[in-house]
Every structure is written in C-alpha cells, then in structure tokens.
C-alpha cells in the first residue's frame, strides 16, 4: 500500500501563486505515474494534470500554460507549481498514483487510472 500526503494549499487571490506538494511513502513510488485531480463543491472530481515515469507531462486545457507539475524522485515527492490562479480554480487538489499506464490522454485523464489517492489540501482563490 502506498499513502499520499498532499500539503501546500491555502487562501490567495486571483493571479497569485501556490506549489503544492504530494509526498509518497509506505512503497516506494518514485518512478510511478502521478496524477493531480480537484474537486470543487458541488462538482465531479476534475483532472489537472499527470506526470508520467519518464518526466513526461500532461494537462487539462483549463489548466494549460499556468500551471506545472514536476518531481523530485529522490524525495518521492511530486509538486503542483499553479499560477496566475484564478477563482474558478478553488477546489480540494488530490494527488493520484499508478505504477503502471499507458500514456495516452484517454487513460491519463481518467480517474480510474489511478490506485492511491490522497486526502486532498483545499485551494480557495478569492476575487
């Protein structure tokens, strides 16, 4: 079993910044698929974006040229770096992890893809 830990989340204001972080362990999962979902009240769960084992990236238009995810497998940890946030992207911000999927955007984007999850850090962006 693999627990994930989200932390980072906060209250800002539309164009601000905020890094999440999502730190894995009980196995290791450093070169698993890590995906990042959010879920606004009221709303279904919502794909952000995925990294993939090799470093490759993917993300929902909604989130395109604002935000970044990135990790640092040493650490097993992987991050959310959002940008110029504006507030329809208040949410709980989940991370997700899979040890193995196939790279294609139907599957990435699928929240069934994914076998561990973690318990959420709430993001409130303010206009």
């Known amino acids: 079993q693999v627990q994930l830990v989200e932390s980072g989340g906060g209250l800002v204001q539309a164009g601000d910044s905020l890094r999440l972080s999502c730190a894995a362990s009980g196995r290791t999962v450093s070169s698993g698929n890590m995906g990042w979902f959010r879920q606004a009240p009221g709303k279904e769960r919502e794909f952000v974006g995925a990294i993939s084992r090799g470093g490759s990236t993917y993300y929902a238009v909604s989130v395109k040229g604002r935000f970044t995810i990135s990790r640092d497998n040493a650490k097993n940890t992987v991050y959310l770096q959002m940008n110029s946030l504006k507030p329809e992207d208040t949410a709980v911000y989940y991370c997700?992890?899979?040890?193995?999927?196939?790279?294609?955007?139907?599957?990435?984007?699928?929240?069934?893809?994914?076998?561990?999850w973690g318990q959420g850090t709430q993001v409130t962006v303010s206009s």
């Open positions: 997700a992890a899979v040890e193995v999927l196939r790279w294609l955007p139907s599957l990435i984007a699928k929240s069934t893809s994914y076998d561990y």
